[in-house]
Structure formats: C-alpha cells, structure tokens
C-alpha cells in the first residue's frame, strides 16, 4: 500500500489480559487468563495497520531482559523493528475485566530511560522518522522522560512529518500537545483533564475539541467508550456510534481505532467514511479480544452497522 507509516511506544509492556466474574478485594480471585501478549499503544496500532495489510515500522525502547516476546511477535508479525533495547524490564501490566465488563488495570514499573538513553534514541528516531509520511505516537512516558525533552522532540517532529498522530494521557498529553500534532485522539477523560473541567454533553465535547483546533491541531477524534467517538476538523462534526456487541474486552479498542483513523487517511478517505471504517475496527476489537487478523466482509458488516450523523455545535 501506498504510504509509509511509523509508530513509536517509548513505555511499552506485556498485557497480561484475563476475565473474571468480580474483583474481591483482599481474598483469592480465580482469574480466566486470555494471554500475555506484547503490546503498547504504538504496538498495538501497527498490530492494527498490520491486520489491514499496511506494511509498518515501530519504534520506542524495550528493556533487555525480557524483549524476546516482542522480536518473536514483530518477526511472526512481519512488522519492522527499530526499537531501542536498554537495560532493564518491559513493564508487565494486569488487565481484568470483570463480569459487568468493568476493566480494572494494575500497571507495573518497567526500566528508567536515562539521559544518554533518551538522546540516542531522539537522534537516531529523527534521522529515520523523516523518510514516513504518517508517524503516530502513543502511549504513557516512563520513567526518566523529561516533559520538556519530550516536547522538544516532537516539535522537531511535527516540522520533519506533517502528519503526526498523537494519542497519549496525563503530564504525556499535556506536553505532546504542545506540539501542535496534525490528529490527536483523547477519550473523553483525557479530553476533560485538559480542558479541566467535566464535559457531560456533546456539545460540550465538540466545543472543548475545536479549542484543541484552534491552537493548531487539525483533527480532533474524541472516543466514547461504547457511545462510539466524535471528529471534529474543518469539514465540521461527526459522530459515530457502534452497534452494540458483545464485549470480550476493552483492551486495545482505543488503539484499533487509531489504526483504523491511519488506515482510512492512507487510503484518502472522507472523514465520514473513516470514522465509520474506526468505529467499526474498534467494535470488532471489543468483541473478539486480541485481533490476528481482520475479516473484510466481517468488516464490511460492521461498517454498515455503525450509525453515523453530522452534529451541529
């Protein structure tokens, strides 16, 4: 497919993902395991685009004592690996979703990033980064990030790609922002953590999403757990809800989405047609668990399934 696309996970880890009829604090919970697998936003959207038959190149840093997993799956994967091995553990990270599809995380330190570390890898990233036309960046900062250092780089980021994709959260979201990246996903949360108040109504929503837009951010895309996701960009505002299904697992929903955004903008798609094409990769990622690979007439399906209307602010 035409387009070279890149992801970058500075704070990867291994999902650990299982199932259960309800947390019990302070007693012994018998847990259905669904698999541990190596994952990351990043990861997780070029596992996406990969399923999609987009050809992708992921970056960020692994620690060298457990990075094995994620070589094996990138190899079995076909995925193209600049990752930085530093000392250190990949975080493991507990996800259970419980009967009342309630997911609880429990996120484990993993390795510190040390200065040294951080400038090879923002060298070494901007040298080859230059040569793809959509780079997308996900995902929560470990330790010894500097914010500062981190806007830095993505600044020189954003003026080295256009098409910059941004999905992270808290200190993370507040200093990549500041870049001014071309599509930023927050969900609703993150959305409200910015703007620092609650946002109960679409209106509300939309009206904080073209704030974001006025500061230089071209695309907005807000997701709504299961009411589905809003995108706010100069051809107006949509919103986009999914059929309901049924849910094996949140995990990974949020990342099928932005998989499904760059797969939609690579092919140039309308805005409608590629929220509708997210909507409905995100639904099949909450109802199937840990997606191999992607059906098209399933696809397809679900695409017609998705509700999708134009909203006036």
Not at 58 to 84: A, P, Q
Not at 152 to 168: A, G, Y
Not at 217 to 244: D, F, R, Y
Request: contains cysteine; hydrophobic residues 40%; charged residues 20%.
């Amino acid at each position: 497919m035409k387009g070279k696309v890149a992801t970058i996970t500075l704070n990867p880890a291994y999902d650990l993902v299982g199932m259960l009829d309800s947390i019990e604090k302070g007693a012994v919970n018998l847990v259905k395991t669904h698999g541990l697998y190596p994952a990351g936003k990043g990861i997780n959207v070029a596992n996406t685009l990969k399923n999609l038959n987009v050809n992708v190149t992921v970056g960020g840093f692994l620690g060298k004592e457990n990075l094995n997993g994620f070589l094996h799956d990138f190899k079995e994967r076909g995925i193209t690996n600049r990752f930085h091995a530093i000392e250190g553990r990949t975080r493991i990270n507990v996800k259970l979703t419980e009967k009342n599809r309630v997911v609880s995380d429990f996120n484990f330190s993993g390795f510190e990033v040390n200065k040294q570390d951080w400038q090879h890898f923002a060298r070494d990233s901007l040298s080859w980064l230059s040569q793809f036309d959509m780079v997308c960046v996900s995902g929560s900062l470990p330790k010894g990030i500097d914010l500062d250092d981190f806007t830095n780089w993505m600044k020189r980021l954003r003026n080295q790609c256009m098409c910059v994709i941004f999905d992270s959260s808290r200190d993370a979201l507040i200093a990549g922002l500041k870049a001014n990246p071309w599509l930023v996903k927050p969900n609703r949360h993150e959305l409200e953590s910015w703007i620092g108040h609650p946002l109960p109504t679409y209106q509300e929503i939309a009206k904080a999403a073209q704030q974001l837009r006025s500061q230089g951010i071209a695309h907005v895309v807000i997701s709504l757990g299961e009411e589905g996701a809003m995108w706010v960009n100069a051809s107006g505002v949509w919103l986009a809800t999914p059929p309901k299904c049924q849910v094996v697992s949140t995990v990974g929903a949020g990342d099928a989405m932005v998989g499904g955004l760059i797969y939609g903008l690579l092919m140039r798609q309308t805005s409608e047609h590629t929220l509708r094409l997210a909507t409905a990769i995100s639904a099949i990622t909450v109802s199937q668990g840990n997606v191999r690979s992607m059906d098209r007439q399933q696809l397809t399906k679900m695409m017609n399934q998705v509700a999708l209307i134009p909203y006036q602010i």
